[in-house]
């Protein structure tokens, strides 16, 4: 039988050629190694995640171009406040800088912003220049970037217990009602479908308190690339990867003799 042709979905000559109908919906990707890289080089630990803003437009660029619906970024964790104040610091001006330089290209390019976390935990400024962010493309119908801000798994799925026992409590919902999809509908991420495929950079061997919810059938990939070398090209030959994978979601596929799956 002759294989139907794939067609390329990047203007970039050396991508892989990926099939538009297999692609991930929803990509999550854990942006490690920013520190690693500027220390690497010999540089302030700041310069590695300034650069590693750089590789978060590049990604956002190509999942417009392949046809991404949604792109999920791990940009702080709870976890995180427990850095040093200097680079703490450093990471808020960081994202003001970044949610005031990109509201133009996000509403060229039809993408839309969202913020998942703690976002009260900010600096005022900070929240104030992405709420304006998030205003203001709002109705834009193409790709959805998520930034996890102050974020934590654990800390997100207790909220959405406490949340649900409280209704339960007061007999806003009985117990029958708490169910898998209530729980979900109580997270940070209600409405957004799970991520299909999650990326890690620099190697580390764990989620690190990330959509421990949402990623139960996540396809996971680790990468040894530090975040700030993170290109466009690896990302495509993960996507191609991701597409030679079998998700059964905890089925068994069977092959009748006539060579078809059920």
């Given at each position: 039988?002759?294989?139907?042709?794939?067609?390329?979905?990047?203007?970039?000559?050396?991508?892989?050629?990926?099939?538009?109908?297999?692609?991930?919906?929803?990509?999550?990707?854990?942006?490690?190694?920013?520190?690693?890289?500027?220390?690497?080089?010999?540089?302030?630990?700041?310069?590695?995640?300034?650069?590693?803003?750089?590789?978060?437009?590049?990604?956002?660029?190509?999942?417009?171009?392949?046809?991404?619906?949604?792109?999920?970024?791990?940009?702080?964790?709870?976890?995180?406040?427990?850095?040093?104040?200097?680079?703490?610091?450093a990471l808020m001006r960081l994202l003001k800088k970044f949610a005031l330089s990109e509201r133009a290209e996000f509403m060229e390019k039809n993408i839309r912003l969202?913020?998942?976390?703690?976002?009260?935990?900010?600096?005022?400024?900070?929240?104030?220049?992405?709420?304006?962010?998030?205003?203001?493309?709002?109705?834009?119908?193409?790709?959805?970037?998520?930034?996890?801000?102050?974020?934590?798994?654990?800390?997100?799925?207790?909220?959405?217990?406490?949340?649900?026992?409280?209704?339960?409590?007061?007999?806003?919902?009985?117990?029958?009602?708490?169910?898998?999809?209530?729980?979900?509908?109580?997270?940070?991420?209600?409405?957004?479908?799970?991520?299909?495929?999650?990326?890690?950079?620099?190697?580390?061997?764990?989620?690190?308190?990330?959509?421990?919810?949402?990623?139960?059938?996540?396809?996971?990939?680790?990468?040894?690339?530090?975040?700030p070398d993170f290109s466009k090209k690896e990302f495509a030959g993960i996507l191609k990867e991701y597409q030679a994978r079998d998700r059964r979601f905890g089925k068994?596929?069977?092959?009748?003799?006539?060579?078809?799956?059920?």
């Amino acid at each position: 039988m002759r294989q139907k042709k794939r067609r390329s979905l990047s203007s970039d000559p050396q991508a892989p050629l990926l099939d538009p109908a297999r692609l991930p919906g929803h990509v999550a990707v854990i942006m490690d190694g920013n520190g690693r890289w500027a220390q690497k080089k010999l540089l302030n630990r700041v310069r590695g995640h300034e650069q590693g803003t750089e590789t978060v437009r590049t990604i956002v660029d190509a999942c417009c171009g392949f046809g991404i619906g949604y792109l999920t970024l791990y940009a702080f964790s709870t976890e995180n406040w427990a850095r040093p104040q200097r680079e703490i610091s450093a990471l808020m001006r960081l994202l003001k800088k970044f949610a005031l330089s990109e509201r133009a290209e996000f509403m060229e390019k039809n993408i839309r912003l969202n913020v998942i976390g703690q976002k009260e935990r900010l600096s005022d400024d900070v929240v104030k220049e992405l709420d304006i962010f998030m205003d203001k493309t709002q109705h834009n119908t193409g790709l959805v970037v998520t930034l996890a801000l102050s974020y934590g798994g654990r800390e997100e799925i207790t909220r959405a217990a406490r949340q649900l026992a409280e209704k339960a409590v007061s007999g806003t919902i009985g117990l029958d009602d708490i169910s898998e999809a209530s729980v979900s509908d109580h997270l940070y991420t209600r409405g957004m479908p799970d991520p299909d495929l999650l990326i890690r950079t620099s190697g580390e061997m764990r989620l690190s308190n990330f959509l421990l919810w949402q990623a139960a059938y996540a396809e996971i990939f680790i990468t040894d690339t530090l975040w700030p070398d993170f290109s466009k090209k690896e990302f495509a030959g993960i996507l191609k990867e991701y597409q030679a994978r079998d998700r059964r979601f905890g089925k068994v596929v069977c092959t009748s003799n006539d060579g078809s799956q059920h």
